[in-house]
């Protein structure tokens, strides 16, 4: 600003300075030169009334330090000239003074050097006798006079110089101290120059208007915050040289990012090559994914470019857990192979008994042995498809109807269902604790504790015992079923709830155990919202233990 000032204050400066010598310069010399003409003019009149009087002799006497006089005759020749020799000069006839003063008795001219330094004027009369009389004065022209003005010229052109820096530094001061001291924050609040108001109404709805953008900018960004930081998906977004923008957490827990993360380039953190083929893939189709292991879990990525006008602006990552899918997948492969196989032993057996049977290779005496198995592996059969059932409807986490369940009292029906098996492994069933009362559907319920006990009394000692018991806690329900049975190495004890495992197949066999008792345990508790836990030593016994939560079951 100062300069500007400094510029134009100087500027203004010499133009007038300018304009002021020439228009002075100008006038002046106008004055005094046509002050000079007519004394020139004057000296003539009086040298010619005494030249015609007195001819050569008064012009011989006369002191020429200022003027130059030349007679001349009606030829145009030079009869006396002041300065010069009459025989050298030439004939004068052409000069523009002599040709109008022997036409109108009166002439005058001026003509400049060849520097165009100095000028000479020139007056002219016709005297009564017909010859002419003329007198001339030489001077310097404005030229010459600005050019001998150069050096004062000069020092005044500095001394403005001098002054413009002086001023301008004090009018920019003066200026900009009062435009440093606005309230840029509260515009309309300042007390300055009237010329400036409308700018600082202007930035006062200019910064409304910022403040409002700012604030729903803010609005949206905290939305966005709140929805990714929320999401069970990993989302990425990085810019068009791969440096990140903004992660969730989902992405931080993915990638193991801890602390800032911002212009970071994601290649830094993640130098799989999957990620970068996929990264390069999108950059040139737009789309592109691949399935990945990562930290334990199945992950999918699924990467989409973001464009605009001006290019590619970067690309959104999005990572999804597959895991429970793909698990989902392996173990409905797996129930349908297993399904299959189980289904097809008992049913190799009843087929194969009944055509010998129906061949009549079977003795008299072994019939009944045949008919025996046959009706051992139908009622086999028919508890598999039941567990199946039962287990498809868990899996499907169908809304099921609620009531009010005593498990002791259910433990109790269990126990009279259950007292024939039990006595011939000759096994004792005991239940004590509290009533157990909980909101549940009955019939998981039911599948939950019948499955724990009739488990316990295909796997029991001889001379064994099976005790259940029901205990409250606050708002915590504990069922516990417990026996002195063979036990399970710790190796088994999550696997035993996959379907149709088990830990020792002969004995399963022998029982006539399907393989999914446990499995449907488990998932009538998940059903629940509760958890199962075991405790076990081979040939110490086995205490399953599900806690669930009385109020808010379900």
């Known amino acids: 600003m100062t300069r500007k000032i400094f510029k134009s204050t100087l500027g203004i400066a010499i133009i007038t300075l300018i304009f002021s010598i020439s228009i002075i310069t100008g006038v002046l010399y106008k004055y005094f030169d046509n002050t000079q003409q007519s004394q020139l003019r004057s000296e003539l009149y009086l ?8 001819g050569e002799e008064y012009l011989k006497e006369l002191n020429y330090h200022r003027f130059r006089i030349t007679w001349i005759d009606k030829d145009g020749d030079v009869i006396y000239d002041s300065h010069v020799g009459t025989q050298s000069m030439q004939n004068h006839s052409d000069r523009k003074e002599i040709r109008d003063a022997f036409a109108q008795g009166e002439g005058s001219s001026t003509r400049y050097s060849d520097t165009l330094t100095e ?10 006798d017909g010859t002419v009389l003329r007198i001339s004065i030489s001077s310097a022209t404005v030229l010459a006079l600005i050019l001998r003005m150069a050096q004062p010229i000069s020092a005044l052109l500095l001394l403005v110089i001098i002054l413009s820096v002086c001023l301008t530094h004090y009018m ?19 007390d300055t120059y009237e010329e400036i108001a409308p700018l600082l ?32 998906e990993a989302l990425v977004l990085l810019d068009s040289k791969d440096k990140i923008i903004s992660l969730n957490s989902a992405a931080k827990e993915l990638f193991y990012i801890n602390g800032e993360y911002e212009e970071e380039n994601l290649f830094a953190i993640d130098r799989k090559q999957e990620m970068r083929i996929a990264i390069e893939e999108v950059k040139k189709n737009g789309k592109s994914s691949f399935i990945e292991k990562r930290n334990g879990k199945d992950y999918h990525f699924q990467l989409s470019r973001i464009d605009s006008e001006e290019g590619i602006q970067g690309v959104v990552i999005l990572a999804f857990d597959i895991s429970d899918k793909l698990n989902a997948e392996r173990n409905r492969r797996e129930f349908t192979a297993n399904v299959s196989h189980e289904l097809k032993t008992p049913l190799q057996s009843i087929i194969g008994s009944a055509e010998l049977l129906e061949n009549g290779i079977v003795k008299e005496e072994d019939i009944p042995r045949f008919i025996n198995n046959i009706r051992k592996e139908a009622s086999r059969l028919v508890s598999l498809i039941n567990d199946i059932i039962h287990l498809s409807r868990v899996d499907e986490k169908a809304e099921m109807p609620r009531e009010e369940v005593s498990l002791y009292a259910m433990a109790e029906e269990i126990k009279e269902v259950l007292l024939e098996s039990a006595y011939k492994k000759n096994v004792t069933i005991e239940v004590s604790g509290n009533s157990g009362n909980v909101k549940g559907v009955r019939s998981l319920m039911y599948e939950m504790i019948y499955n724990l006990c009739d488990n316990a009394i ?3 000692k001889d001379a064994g015992y099976i005790k259940i018991a029901i205990e409250e806690k606050g708002d915590e329900l504990l069922l516990s079923v417990k026996d002195n049975g063979i036990g399970i190495l710790k190796e088994h004890h999550e696997k035993i709830f996959e379907r149709f495992y088990r830990v020792d197949k002969s004995h399963s066999k022998q029982s006539g155990g399907t393989g999914l008792g446990l499995s449907i345990v488990k998932h009538a508790v998940q059903y629940h919202n509760g958890k199962i836990m075991i405790e076990s030593e081979p040939g110490e016994g086995t205490t399953f233990l599900i806690i669930l939560n009385k109020s808010l079951n379900g």
């Open 47 to 54: 040298a010619a009334r005494a030249t015609e009087k007195l």
């Open 119 to 128: 000028e000479t004027i020139y007056e002219a009369i016709r005297l009564e």
């Open 172 to 190: 920019a001061k003066k200026i900009v101290e009062p435009l440093n001291k606005l309230n840029l924050e509260n515009p309309m609040e300042n």
């Open 201 to 232: 109404h202007r930035i006062h709805s200019q910064q409304f208007e910022i403040k409002c953008q700012m604030s729903l900018l803010e609005h949206q960004q905290e939305e966005f915050k709140q929805i990714t930081e929320n999401m069970k």
């Open 458 to 460: 295909k796997y029991s």
